[in-house]
Nanobody, 120 residues
Framework: QVQLVESGGGLVQAGESLRLSCAASGIIFIINDMGWYRQAPGKQRELVAT???????TYADSVKGRFTISSGNAKNTVYLQMNSLKPEDTAVYYCNAIIFHSPSTSRSYWGPGTQVTVSS
C-alpha cells in the first residue's frame, strides 16, 4: 500500500505565499512522476505542475512564473512553492504520484487534498 500525505495549505491574502508538501510512503520500487493538481468548487480537477525523476517540469499557464515544483532529496517528496497568490488560486490541491511497485507494474495515487484559500 502507498499513502500520499499533503500539508501546507491554509488561508492567505492575495500576494502572499504558501508552500505545499507531499510525502509518499509504503511499498515503493520507484516513483516516476509526482505532481500537483487542484479543483475549485464547481470546476474540474486541473493540472498545476508536475515533475519527473529526471527533473523535467511542466506548469499550467496560469501559474507559470509564480509557482515552483521541486522534489525532495529522498525523491519520495514533492513541494509546490506558491508565490504571488491570487483569489483564483483558491482550490483543494491534490498531490499525485505515478509509483512503480515493480519494474513493470505502476499505479497512480492521489492524496486526500489540502485546502488553499486566497482572500482578496
Amino acid at each position: 500500500q502507498v499513502q500520499l500525505v499533503e500539508s501546507g495549505g491554509g488561508l492567505v491574502q492575495a500576494g502572499e505565499s504558501l508552500r505545499l508538501s507531499c510525502a509518499a510512503s509504503g511499498i515503493i520500487f520507484i516513483i516516476n512522476d509526482m505532481g500537483w493538481y487542484r479543483q475549485a468548487p464547481g470546476k474540474q480537477r486541473e493540472l498545476v505542475a508536475t515533475t519527473t525523476t529526471s527533473g523535467y517540469t511542466t506548469y499550467a499557464d496560469s501559474v507559470k512564473g509564480r509557482f515552483t515544483i521541486s522534489s525532495g532529496n529522498a525523491k519520495n517528496t514533492v513541494y509546490l512553492q506558491m508565490n504571488s497568490l491570487k483569489p483564483e488560486d483558491t482550490a483543494v490541491y491534490y498531490c499525485n504520484a505515478i509509483i512503480f511497485h515493480s519494474p513493470s507494474t505502476s499505479r497512480s495515487y492521489w492524496g486526500p487534498g489540502t485546502q488553499v484559500t486566497v482572500s482578496s
